[in-house]
């Protein structure tokens, strides 16, 4: 029987609603500095789509948009005037910066009660604890989803391909806490088919057109591809060989359409949670 397609764009939607539902609420909108450093294309439209999600949940928006040949101490001296600007509840610095500037000296400035990316070693140790802040938006949007379809993973076997700051190792903590007992693969994972077989959760985070065929994936399986490819015609795709292991699967995220505008929903949810512990 072919799997139950998780609708991320739908589930999107629905939290972003559910977020400039309660920001009606406060006393100011809430507020996100974007930092963009040059003229990378595909940074533009990702700011571009966080600006108008951000619209659309009554928040403000605030671009900084820095040329190319931008300093380390200019760009630091922004982020240091923004962590002290009371109307700026959010900072977001668009990745990647240009070469010459350090991208983990840039986020570590960020004050962490302004890290709605949950990128800063204060927030990812709160999250390591189980007594987070923000949520890591990618794997949050995965476990948002996971509760929107009635998936526990509780007491499951969770198999998680990558191990990224961003995206793998996040996630694997999120399915830890959330009781599933969790193996996390890598590059250096050998016969990867041995233990994906065995999951019940299986997310793909690795970024490799093709890795997750039918053949490794558990009859019945909740297939979760994070990865966001372009195949050999360039149309955007994940990890997952979509048509065979839907037909293997009981859910599965599309790629484009799953756990893409889940990430900017849950980054809308963060800057939510930022403007009310400033007391908004
Ligand atoms: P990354 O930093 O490049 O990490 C990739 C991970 O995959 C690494 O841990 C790497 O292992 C592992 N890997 C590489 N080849 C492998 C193989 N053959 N088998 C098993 N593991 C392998 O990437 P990322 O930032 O985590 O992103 C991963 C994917 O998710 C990308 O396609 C990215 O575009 C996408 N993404 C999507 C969203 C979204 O919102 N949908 C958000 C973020 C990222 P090593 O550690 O050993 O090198």
Redesign the pocket.
Known sequence: MAATIIDGKALAEKVKKRTAAAAEGLRRRPGLAVILVGDDPASRVYVNGKERDCAQCGFLSFEHKLDAGTSQEELLALVDRLNRDDAVDGILCQLPLPKHLDEETVLNAIAPDKDVDCFHPVNVGRLSIGAPVFLPC?PA?VMEMLREYGISPAGKRCVV????N???KPMAMLLTQADGTVTV?????PD?AAVTLEADILVS????VG?VTADMVKAGAVVID????RNAEGKLCG?VDYAAVAEKASYITPVPGG??PM?RAMLMANILTAARNHGA
Request: hydrophobic letters at 40%; one cysteine or more; proline letters at 0%.
């Open positions: 990618t949007g391909l990558g191990r990224s961003i995206v793998g693969c890598h590059s250096r994972t990867l985070a690795v970024g490799r890795l994070v990865a966001m490819n990890d756990v893409g990430t």
